[in-house]
């Protein structure tokens, strides 16, 4: 496997992708570990493709806000007077201090500087101490806008004016679990984390269940069998799997009351991989996902969120149902973290070298693949 060497990442990435499934590996040990080759990723993807900032019923009252980074850019998403959700620069037109900080509810958007005042659509509203200035026109100064959709429930954001729309590229997710409606599901919890590993051992980690029996052998192994697995082949946007789950998690089967799903309908889990980096686990009783971004090439941060669908929620043991499985995703997280970051470890390790791939690990080629459609070799 030395043979690609001297090769830059990219070089190294698209010959990777070179070769038939059955004949590949795993990627190149410099995709996770060099700067160059993120500095790439940040160019070339996360600075043009959607990413998640979280679900839409989260930010339920006008002036509701979240803020978050995007290939080094701040960015404020909230809800205006119009109960629309936007997304614009969460930088002062004046002297260029950022304005909000993490997530809350506000009349209007202050600078913490020098009190320049924006409306929630981004106008300038009042600038003190300004009037002697004859070139100041307020009029002439707004937040700049970026793209926003919110798509079966979730906040996506771009920096990218020209990206597609997702009801377009993100058509074949509807088509395959559109009879659980995602946008009907409601999140109770969410956190952030940030973990000592690439944030693509993280997304490829949550695209294969292959791990599952081992790296969750205390936790969740036991209600998958590796025979039972099915990993179809995806699409440009997006890879999937699922999984037919037993009754050891209530809450993953379809609620008694609801006569709408038929058969296995009732208990598939789908694992949806949403490139470049929304992971949604979707059962028909609760949802959890991972919305990553880089922090260098050695640590990644999570927005970790997750809720139930509607009428597990209107269950009266709905809190009960629903501490269980947070307790239980919880330590699937400390599993997955462990393991996750033990990979990092061996990334970085001169004798390690990436070995061929599982039938099972097919969204994991899929992945590169993507990759590689971004970034020039």
């Not at 509807?174 to 599901?185: A, F, I, P, R």
């Not at 081992?214 to 179809?232: A, E, F, K, Y």
């Amino acid at each position: 496997m030395n043979q690609h060497h001297s090769l830059t990442p990219a070089a190294e990435l698209h010959a990777n992708v070179s070769v038939p499934f059955t004949q590949a590996h795993a990627m190149p040990k410099s995709l996770y570990t060099s700067d160059a080759f993120l500095a790439q990723e940040q160019k070339h993807i996360f600075a043009q493709d959607w990413l998640c900032a979280g679900r839409a019923e989260t930010l339920a009252n006008p002036g509701d806000y979240l803020t978050m980074q995007i290939a080094g850019e701040p960015v404020i998403v909230l809800r205006d007077r119009d109960g629309a959700i936007r997304a614009m620069s969460n930088v002062c037109r004046h002297r260029m201090s950022t304005l909000l900080q993490g997530r809350g509810n506000t009349r209007a958007i202050v600078c913490p500087y020098h009190a320049w005042t924006y409306n929630l659509d981004g106008s300038l509203r009042g600038a003190p101490a300004m009037a002697q200035n004859e070139g100041f026109c307020k009029t002439d100064i707004a937040l700049p806008q970026i793209r926003c959709e919110v798509w079966l429930g979730w906040i996506m954001v771009s920096l990218n004016p020209e990206a597609a729309s997702l009801a377009t590229s993100l058509q074949g997710v509807e088509n395959l679990v559109g009879y659980l409606d995602m946008s009907t599901y409601t999140e109770t919890f969410r956190e952030e984390f940030r973990w000592a590993t690439n944030w693509k051992v993280l997304a490829e980690n949550f695209m294969e269940s292959y791990h599952l029996p081992v790296c969750h052998s205390g936790t969740i192994g036991g209600s998958c069998d590796l025979n039972l697995m099915t990993c179809p082949e995806g699409d440009p946007a997006f890879n999937y799997h699922w999984i037919i789950k037993n009754d050891t998690v209530p809450l993953a089967l379809a609620h008694p009351s609801n006569t709408t799903l038929q058969d296995d309908q009732r208990r598939i889990t789908w694992l949806l991989a949403i490139y470049p980096s929304l992971l949604i686990t979707l059962t028909p009783g609760y949802f959890w996902y991972l919305s990553l971004t880089p922090d260098g090439p050695g640590h990644v941060n999570v927005l970790f969120g997750g809720g139930m669908s509607a009428d597990w929620i209107a269950d009266p043991d709905a809190q009960t149902h629903l501490a269980t499985v947070k307790a239980l995703l919880d330590d699937v997280n400390i599993e997955d973290k462990g393991c996750t970051e033990k990979v990092y470890r061996g990334l970085l390790s001169r004798m390690a070298s990436p070995g061929p791939l599982s039938h099972l690990e097919r969204p994991n080629f899929e992945f590169a693949q993507y990759l590689a459609s971004r970034i020039p070799a």
